[in-house]
């Protein structure tokens, strides 16, 4: 597709807590960016609200009127379906059932919009602009306070019969483990994430082990969150070191059915907990090595994702880009491997 200098696109990465705006080219350039809180507990019109007032700091920043855009790309969290346009629901967004999120921007902003789950989009990101350029076969995985996923197959994202594929969060990895807010146990989330790790830690506590951890959380035991627990490992505490292990070995048992799956190239691990580092991903590499077949872990690289926390954002810029046919040709591989 030839490039064309004048396509700028609008891309939003919707989260429970903030929204991203940022006008976008179709080579991933950001020529303008707004962050802003998301008002959640105000109901839908509240959010969809605060999504156009950050559109219109964002086109004012970038010196660009709306008429400007080619289109609106959104990344929302939860269950989405891309082709009504609509988040069925979303644990980060509280009430929202069955919200035409797509239509109710496109006829406020007058421009066509596009919707994706807020994964799957990093999985494009990535794809596009990131960690995964040039793969065909790969699997974005972002784990924080829960986990989520994009699946890329021979170069195009699976979306399922109903656009909601890629829930790698909640594949059951325990069948009696503690129980997930998707209503199901055990799931992948529930014993790998940022929110498993310090549930963990605090049952620890609670338990009596001795640990320095309670320090980096202000004394006080229901505080104790995943960055306080890093922060304890990075000065040897033993059992903070222990539970980002314990953590690792869960990932790495995810990752293994991932990969005896999917038979994936390379897998693209963002969110904020994997930026621990090898504490963290060393133990799960070396479980999914253990666990998934030799000839399908030997053809799997592994790299961290290259866009940080930009890759929502500018995966739903390319994903309204992909819809209008305005990206360019993909480029060569820059995978920073792990
Ligand atoms: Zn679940």
Aim: hydrophobic letters at 40%; proline letters at 4%.
């Amino acid at each position: 597709m030839p490039e064309d200098s004048t396509t700028l696109v609008l891309g939003v990465d919707l989260g429970g807590t903030k929204i991203l705006t940022a006008v976008i080219d179709p080579q991933g350039k950001m020529l303008s960016r707004d962050h802003s809180v998301t008002p959640a507990r105000k109901g839908r019109e509240a959010v969809v609200e605060s999504i156009l007032e950050s559109t219109h700091r964002a086109l004012a920043r970038a010196n660009i009127s709306v008429g400007s855009l080619t289109a609106v790309g959104i990344g929302a969290p939860g269950l989405v379906d891309p082709v009504a346009g609509m988040v069925l629901t979303s644990p980060h967004l509280p009430g929202w059932r069955n919200v035409p999120l797509r239509d109710l921007v496109e006829e406020r902003l007058g421009k066509q919009a596009f919707l994706i789950n807020d994964a799957n989009a990093a999985a494009l990101g990535e794809l596009h602009f990131g960690a995964a350029r040039g793969a065909r076969n790969f699997i974005y995985v972002t784990v924080s306070t829960g986990i989520g996923g994009g699946i890329v197959i021979d170069g195009e994202l699976y979306s399922g019969a109903t656009g909601a594929a890629g829930e790698v969060g909640h594949m059951t990895i325990d069948d009696t483990g503690p129980p997930c807010n998707c209503g199901n146990r055990g799931c992948w989330e529930t014993l790998a994430s940022g929110t498993a790790l310090a549930r963990e830690a605090r049952q620890r506590i609670e338990a009596g082990d001795r640990t320095s951890i309670l320090e980096y959380a202000g004394g006080d035991t229901a505080k104790v969150t995943a960055q306080a627990i890093h922060s304890a490992a990075i000065k040897g505490d033993r059992l903070a070191r222990e539970l980002i292990t314990r953590t690792g070995y869960y990932i790495g048992v995810g990752l293994a059915n991932l990969i005896n799956i999917f038979n994936p190239e390379l897998i693209v691990i963002g969110g904020g907990l994997s930026n621990i580092g090898d504490i963290l991903l060393q133990p799960a590499f070396k479980v999914a090595g253990e666990r998934a077949y030799r000839e399908t872990f030997s053809a799997v690289r592994f790299a961290s994702a290259g866009l940080g926390r930009d890759s929502g954002v500018l995966g739903a810029a390319a994903f309204a880009l992909r819809a209008m046919r305005q990206l360019p040709c993909e480029q060569g591989d820059e995978t920073e491997l792990l």
